[in-house]
């Protein structure tokens, strides 16, 4: 079976790429084109694992480019997008070019190309704060960021097209995903960091708001198991433990697992503008338990602090800390 993954480069296409290989599927990675022949995080695997791997550098927002390289693929996993809450009030036409157009470039090649299967990842922050909790599927969408508007269209184009041609798509919600390689924008890697660099008073946005936390390995295998799951064309999927924790808790539970004692320092520039902030979000996951079998492996507190115990394990390995610094990153 030969796969295409978009966003292969970033935080959680590496890791997925990376399982694919491991379980022997024929995968074809695409990498953001730059001129200094980046590849991300896909550097990041092993070179007996990267000789199974055929790595393409291009652009979602262009056409014939993955009209091209979609030929011959029997199943998509979408994940290009840019991911930035903050970005997206500096340059919101560029959330539109890349998510919103770029999106309908895969749904449009997949239909041409004729592919059994594409999965294309959403997010939490479409349904804003929460109404109801735990937010189900069924949940209002609340398009509270020019990021969140972005997905909100991609994911109702990827309906639409299930619609209106019968495209085999499936729309995966996952909730905050964690682990190594997340950039130091979220809020897990950005406690760690600053941690492993000494500092005492960590430098923080809202620390009220609670976020479901899940693990990249969990949500990894919310996308591998959509391989071998029938009945699930034109299904849109929370991918989410369950559980909730505010800021404070997790800066709480860092400086537990780190051994430090930490004090918080309020920092103006990581806040979000009020009226766009997202206060709650914790995921009903029924229907992924149903549909694609899943069931998290790090959930409950014991869970959490499994995960977060790997995450800053990496993060103090010098060779991955050298990857990150402790400022404010958009
Ligand atoms: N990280 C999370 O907590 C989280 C939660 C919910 C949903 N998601 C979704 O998961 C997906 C992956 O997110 P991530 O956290 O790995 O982010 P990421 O920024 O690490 O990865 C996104 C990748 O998309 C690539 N990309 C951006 N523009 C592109 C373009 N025009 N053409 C080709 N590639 C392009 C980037 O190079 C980047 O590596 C995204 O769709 C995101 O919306 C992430």
Same mark, same amino acid.
């Given at each position: 079976m030969r796969i295409f993954v978009t966003g292969a480069d970033g935080f959680i296409g590496s890791h997925l790429t990376e399982k694919l290989i491991d379980l022997n599927f024929d995968v074809k990675a695409l990498s953001y084109y730059n001129s200094f022949n980046n590849i991300g995080w896909l550097k990041n695997i092993n070179e007996k694992k990267l000789k199974n791997l055929k790595i393409v550098s291009g652009d979602i927002r262009d056409f014939n480019f993955i009209y091209n390289e979609t030929?011959?693929?029997?199943?998509i996993f979408h994940l290009a997008s840019l991911i930035g809450i903050p970005y997206s009030y500096l340059s919101p036409r560029s959330y539109v070019d890349t998510n919103v157009i770029g999106t309908l470039n895969i749904l449009e090649a997949t239909k041409q190309n004729k592919i059994s299967k594409l999965i294309h990842t959403s997010t939490s922050?479409?349904?804003?704060?929460?109404?109801?909790?735990?937010?189900?599927?069924?949940h209002p969408l609340s398009a509270q960021s020019p990021y969140s508007a972005s997905k909100i269209s991609a994911d109702s184009l990827a309906f639409s097209y299930f619609s209106?041609?019968?495209?085999p798509v499936t729309i995966l919600r996952p909730f905050n995903t964690f682990g190594p390689?997340? =950039? @130091?924008?979220?809020i897990i890697p950005t406690i760690i960091t600053q941690i492993a660099n000494f500092r005492k008073k960590i430098k923080l946005g809202n620390l009220t708001t609670t976020r479901d936390y899940t693990y990249i390995d969990d949500t990894v295998m919310g996308f591998v198991n959509c391989i071998s =799951? @029938?009945?699930?064309?034109?299904k849109t999927i929370n991918l989410g433990t369950g559980n909730e924790y505010s800021g404070e808790q997790v800066l709480k539970i860092i400086s537990n697992l780190m051994k430090i004692n930490t004090s918080y320092k309020q920092d103006n520039k990581r806040f979000r503008p009020i009226k766009s902030e997202v206060h709650r979000l914790v995921s009903d996951n029924k229907l992924a338990k149903k549909l694609i079998k899943w069931k998290p492996q790090y959930a409950g507190k014991k869970g959490f602090e499994t995960a977060l115990t790997k995450t800053i394990n990496w993060y103090l390995d010098q060779e991955n800390l050298?990857?990150?610094?402790t400022d404010y990153n958009l």
């Open positions: 030929k011959n693929i029997d199943v922050e479409v349904y804003g704060t929460a109404n109801y909790v735990p937010i189900d599927e069924n209106s041609f019968n495209l390689r997340q =950039s @130091n924008r979220a =799951s @029938n009945d699930i064309n034109g050298r990857n990150f610094n």
